[in-house]
């Protein structure tokens, strides 16, 4: 796997998010420095990957020069964010990835957006997304491999944090938007418990499925990122004990679909961390899970039909075909079959968080292999749409390579509304791999 820090400019911006708020606390740096080497790096390499949907230099170094003048509001005071562009931003326009709102100015942040300036952060600019967020190609191109798809729908964010372009962006979930895309970068990707971020003002949001989720270059910046959100302390990311770790291999029904270094990944994983002392073994998800996933559209297409009702109904040849597809399928939804499928899913989660009392934590492929090699081609998110729908806390671990070189990622679900475990034990688990690959 290339070194991207070698690919273009290499200043301040190569700083984690916590190794610069280290450093603007002991007053080495200014948050406009940082900026400025933040936007060096993008003047070079925007071009290659097409990250950005807005930039504002002199916006986003108002900012920082704010924030170095003013004594710090929180956890991410002078660290610039990219914002992904289905987020409303009161400063900057807002076109949710599609050209029927371009030039769009919001009254208003979204919520999460206001909790980020809230907690100091320097808004840099707005990422590139899909329309409305759902699964078709962008532009974007992966930094590792400028032929291979960085992922979707948070391509943006995703391709400007692995690049260095800004330590820290945010992303969203309807299937596997967060998880897949870190997972083909070589991030860190962490989607919430269903309400473990901030949400509300998210304009096309499907309010029974979207989950927020982030990108980070370490699990420190994860944990400083989550905290500051939420007004909270980072979590430590130490276990209280690591004695008898519980971890359920769990290749769940789409294990069919898995690549062979996918295959081999998982099997290496199970393997390290029984060496470790991980009490590891098989397991799957209650039959119910399966009869939710097989409903999940008859949830997915009725609200996203009615996030995007007015776009479809004054602009329906402008929008994707996969979103004209949705609007027709929801026609054939009955209000009974929605309101059922909601029920089989309420209940498969009381099922699967029982399965929390026999593991503390689950290990599954973040993805069915490396980053395709068609970048405009739309990889499906078969290990990824099952833990969304059932609201768990997901963390995608940059712990592995692909037989190309590219980015494999490790994925571990965690207990609902156990976000601060889900993390500590990622850190645990990560360092138990480094030791045996010897780094």
């Known amino acids: 796997m290339p070194d991207l820090r070698d690919a273009g400019p290499g200043g301040l911006n190569l700083l984690s998010a916590s190794e610069a708020r280290a450093q603007l606390d002991r007053g080495e ?25 807005y930039l504002d230099s002199d916006l986003a170094l108002a900012q920082a020069r704010a924030r170095d003048s003013e004594p710090s509001r929180g ?104 998880i897949l895309p870190a997972a083909h970068c070589g991030l860190y990707g962490y989607k919430s418990s269903f309400d473990g971020l901030p949400t509300g003002g998210v304009r096309h949001a499907k309010p029974s499925i979207d989950t927020p989720g982030l990108f980070a270059r370490s699990l420190e ?33 789409m294990w069919p679909e898995a690549l062979p270094e996918t295959v081999a990944m998982l099997a290496e994983a199970a393997d390290i961390l029984a060496a470790a002392g991980a009490a590891v073994s098989d397991t ?94 739309m990889e499906p998110s078969y290990f990824n749409r099952i833990w969304t729908l059932m609201y768990l806390p997901c963390l995608s671990l940059p712990t592995f390579t692909g037989p190309s070189g590219m980015p494999l990622g490790l994925q571990i679900i965690g207990r609902r509304d156990s976000d601060d475990h889900l993390l500590a034990t990622g850190r645990w688990i990560e360092q138990r791999i480094a030791q045996s690959h010897g780094t």
């Open 221 to 253: 910046d994860v944990a400083l990122m989550r905290a500051a959100s939420n007004g909270q302390t980072p979590a430590t990311l130490e276990l209280t004990s690591d004695t008898g770790l519980r971890v359920g291999v769990c290749r769940t029904e």
């Open 284 to 377: 799957e998800p209650p039959a119910v899970v399966s009869q939710a996933l097989a409903e999940f559209s008859a949830i997915l297409a009725p609200e996203d039909a009615r996030a995007i009702a007015a776009e479809a109904r004054d602009h329906f040849d402008q929008i994707n075909a996969w979103s004209q597809k949705s609007i027709h399928e929801a026609k054939d939804i009955t209000p009974a079959q929605y309101e059922n499928a909601k029920a089989v899913a309420a209940r498969a989660r009381t099922a699967i968080d029982g399965m929390f009392d026999e593991y503390d934590v689950l290990i599954t492929p973040s993805t069915r292999g490396e980053a395709p090699t068609d970048r405009l081609s």
């Open 75 to 178: 956890l991410l005071h002078g660290i610039p964010v990219g914002i992904k562009d289905i987020y409303d931003t009161a400063d900057m326009p807002t076109a949710y990835g599609t050209t029927i709102h371009e030039g769009h100015r919001p009254d208003a942040d979204s919520n999460w957006v206001a909790a980020l300036r809230d907690a100091g952060a320097v808004i840099l600019g707005k990422t590139r997304t899909t329309e409305f967020a759902n699964p078709v190609p962008t532009t974007t191109r992966n930094p590792h491999d400028l032929e291979r798809a960085p992922g979707a729908s948070s391509s943006g964010s995703v391709a400007a944090v692995a690049d260095y372009m800004v330590p820290l962006a945010t992303g969203s979930q309807t299937g596997g938007s967060v």
């Open 29 to 53: 740096i200014t948050s406009e420095q940082l900026v400025r080497d933040c936007l060096a790096r993008i003047a070079a390499r925007e071009p290659d990957l097409d990250a950005w949907v």
